[in-house]
């Protein structure tokens, strides 16, 4: 299972929100790249940025703190957030993102995911965020009446690298993640899933890794506060000898 470290970008910062709260947002740095350099100094293998400007708006805000940082780091990024054509799509793989992430896009125009994933196999990822098991897009703003598993349903045989699975209300609050829904989610898809939102302690991290099907967890809070601490965290997925 592969740890990502996540680098929420707001307005140019490194921070968290609480359960998706752009009012409610925790800066916890103001040199995202040198941030990104401490998470691949400590062993991470690879880097999970958001663009939360972007999520709610619609296109690319916080490029200048993402391009710092490819340019700071050689571990392969994810970055999500404000991606919902095939021109940004195009543009960000070109700058050296290794994985673009599709929220809102992949329920308002799943053909564009197909169209995507097609175009760059393993580079396209979908995010599938969720209140009371109900997919959230537009920065968790608006709800709709999919499931997180009827999405990811219609997905399967779309091509995508991975679905990036978040429980909206367990994510900043330092709850413990959704392990069951997580789980059950990894078990209706072949596609593989990463689990986000809630991680608060080496158990939660250990817990995600015993269950069945989960590919990688995403922690950013408690890597921030110290309640999880990355060494032992990375140390716990690593493979056995």
Not at 7 to 17: A, H, T
Not at 162 to 177: E, F, K, L, S, V
Not at 187 to 199: F, L, M, N, Q, Y
Request: hydrophobic share 50%; glycine share 12%.
């Amino acid at each position: 299972m592969i740890l990502y470290p996540a680098i929420d970008l707001k307005d140019g910062n490194c921070v968290r929100l609480l359960k998706g709260d752009m009012d409610k947002a925790t800066v916890f740095g103001s040199d995202p790249a040198a941030q990104a350099r401490q998470f691949e100094a400590a062993g991470c293998e690879w880097l999970h940025l958001v663009d939360l400007n972007g999520a709610f708006e619609g296109r690319p805000v916080n490029g200048a703190a993402v391009e710092a940082i490819l340019s700071a780091t050689s571990v392969p990024v994810q970055l999500g957030g404000g991606i919902r054509d095939l021109a940004t799509i195009e543009m960000w793989l070109g700058k050296g993102v290794a994985r673009v992430i599709l929220g809102t896009v992949a329920v308002e125009n799943p053909e564009l995911v197909r169209e995507a994933a097609a175009l760059f196999p393993g580079k396209v990822a979908v995010g599938l965020d969720a209140r009371n098991g109900r997919v959230a897009t537009r920065g968790w703003a608006e709800e709709t009446t999919q499931t997180v598993t009827e999405l990811a349903g219609q997905l399967e045989d779309a091509g995508i690298a991975a679905i990036i699975y978040t429980d909206i209300d367990r994510d900043g609050a330092m709850q413990g993640p959704n392990v069951a829904a997580t789980e059950a989610l990894a078990r209706a898809t072949t596609i593989p899933v990463i689990a986000s939102g809630g991680v608060s302690s080496l158990a939660d991290i250990e817990a995600l890794r015993d269950a069945v099907g989960i590919a990688g967890v995403i922690s950013g809070r408690a890597l921030y506060d110290g309640a999880l601490d990355l060494e032992a965290a990375l140390a716990a997925l690593a493979p056995a000898a």
